[in-house]
Nanobody, 126 residues
Framework: QVQLVESGGGLVQAGGSLRLSCAASGRTFSSGTMGWFRQAPGKERELLAAMCWSRGSIYYADSVKGRFAISRDVPKNTVYLQMNGLKSEDTAVYYC???????????????????WGQGTQVTVSS
């Protein structure tokens, strides 16, 4: 059974930074997609960043491009989301997710993720 455990959320002032971590256990990912999503109250869930594990392809949503960065530590089976220049509109619950059977270069999958973390709250005060 695959488990994704997120950490690193919290309260930060506008302009500040946070780094989210997503540690995977139960399976070593050598392929597929790891993605970071967020969902704010009353809004749809949004794919922010994704990485194709085998190709290293990276995707960012326009809303976070230039401010957020996805990275990985392969031996630790962990994915990170570095968030800089945080804005009040970044306030949401952030989730990591994994879709093992996926391969892409430019456009990542936006649905059909098999495994999800529990979510971590990020609150940005203005």
């Amino acid at each position: 059974q695959v488990q994704l455990v997120e950490s690193g959320g919290g309260l930060v002032q506008a302009g500040g930074s946070l780094r989210l971590s997503c540690a995977a256990s139960g399976r070593t990912f050598s392929s597929g997609t790891m993605g970071w999503f967020r969902q704010a109250p009353g809004k749809e869930r949004e794919l922010l960043a994704a990485m194709c594990w085998s190709r290293g392809s990276i995707y960012y949503a326009d809303s976070v491009k230039g401010r957020f960065a996805i990275s990985r530590d392969v031996p630790k089976n962990t994915v990170y989301l570095q968030m800089n220049g945080l804005k009040s509109e970044d306030t949401a619950v952030y989730y990591c997710a994994a879709k093992p059977d996926s391969l892409w270069t430019i456009n990542p999958p936006r649905s059909g993720y098999n495994y999800w973390g529990q979510g971590t709250q990020v609150t940005v005060s203005s």
